[in-house]
């Protein structure tokens, strides 16, 4: 049988039957109800409060709030009443947590609303408490099973850069070895591609989010690359970059990273020949539109061979670019006015 509680006070002036009514509606209250004074001491408790620290209403009537709350919660609830005393708000809520009986910690959700005084009725404090101690332990389980996938993630990507890295020393040491100039340059060309992929694990692996990407910061560090493997070529060549802050997951970075990497080394290798004269510059755009994701690369050279058709690439690189393109299910052109503009747009949606 239920244990009741009968108000000590403070309650207003009121009919008798008003006050019978309030009684049972807080005796049977399926949440955790108390009264308070104003200094903390409880004046009265229901069944559901008392039940949510293991004990009986007459245990914790006439104790202090302080002693059966968690010692670094003791001075959050006494603040809340403080402060709702100093402003127009009559009610606070807030997670703090309670001792039962045992003395282990009940996580719970409290509402605390002040009653003012009244003529001669003083004021007091109505608490309202839920118990979320299974919610809080969900919580904290998701949150540690979040951290430990977050952690294989990130040594997922890891141990793939350092995959990357012992693929482009294997090409090295055959650049290395190779006599024909072709071959050496294709071997060249290979490792700056899987350098653009390897990027992009490495800046996941110390990333706080191990699903996205920032896409102007990764162009900048593979514009970077090229800049320093293309030494011969790039010395005296301005690489301009106007990339928005924009989001990317993977499945759109690493094709887009091999797209950046092909166009622009190749305005950095044969956009600037003889009979090029002037200042070089090379830049590289790209905004979300219209819900595309849209990338321009330019430079002021020479400008493309003619015989160079998106239809029917002759080049490696173009057909890289084509190919990886329609992967993203987008559309890529190539115009040769004043030097050779690279326009590639693909569907975008915020990862």
Request: with cysteine.
């Amino acid at each position: 049988m239920a244990h009741t509680q009968k108000i000590a006070h403070p309650v207003p002036a009121v009919c008798p039957g008003e006050i019978s009514l309030f009684e049972s509606a807080f005796n049977h209250a399926q949440i955790g109800m108390a009264i308070s004074s104003i200094d903390g001491t409880l004046l009265s408790v229901n069944q559901s409060f008392a039940s949510m620290l293991g004990c009986d209403p007459h245990d914790i009537i006439g104790r202090n709030y302080r002693e059966i709350t968690a010692a670094d919660d003791q001075s959050t609830a006494g603040d809340f009443v403080t402060n709702l005393f100093k402003t127009v708000k009559t009610s606070h809520t807030f997670n703090k947590r309670y001792v039962n009986k045992s003395g282990a910690e009940v996580h719970s959700r409290v509402t605390l609303t002040i009653v003012p005084a009244t003529g001669a009725t003083e004021g007091f404090v109505i608490i309202q408490a839920v118990d979320i101690s299974d919610m809080t332990k969900l919580e904290q389980n998701l949150a540690k099973e979040i951290e430990e996938k977050d952690i294989l993630i990130k040594e997922v990507h890891h141990r793939v850069k350092n995959n990357f890295q012992v693929v482009t020393s294997l090409l090295n040491l055959q650049e290395k070895m190779s006599d024909d100039e072709k071959t050496a340059e294709a071997l060249s060309d290979s490792k700056l591609r899987i350098r653009s992929m390897a990027l992009i694990h490495e800046r996941l692996y110390h990333s706080d989010d191990s699903s996205r990407i920032i896409l102007d910061e990764y162009v900048n560090s593979v514009v970077n690359d090229l800049r320093a493997t293309h030494r011969g070529y790039s010395a005296g060549i301005e690489l301009l970059t106007d990339i928005g802050h924009i989001p990317l997951d993977l499945s759109k970075a690493v094709p887009i990273g091999l797209i950046v990497n092909e166009a622009v080394t190749n305005s950095l290798k044969y956009a600037f020949r003889p009979p090029f004269e002037g200042k070089a510059h090379i830049s590289i755009t790209g905004v979300v539109k219209d819900g595309n994701l849209m990338f321009i690369i330019e430079d002021n050279g020479i400008g493309i061979d003619p015989s160079v058709k998106i239809e029917n690439p002759s080049t490696l690189g173009i057909y890289l670019i084509t190919m990886l393109t329609r992967q993203l299910k987008g559309d890529f052109s190539i115009t040769a006015d004043r030097g050779t503009r690279y326009v590639i747009s693909v569907p975008y949606e915020l990862p």
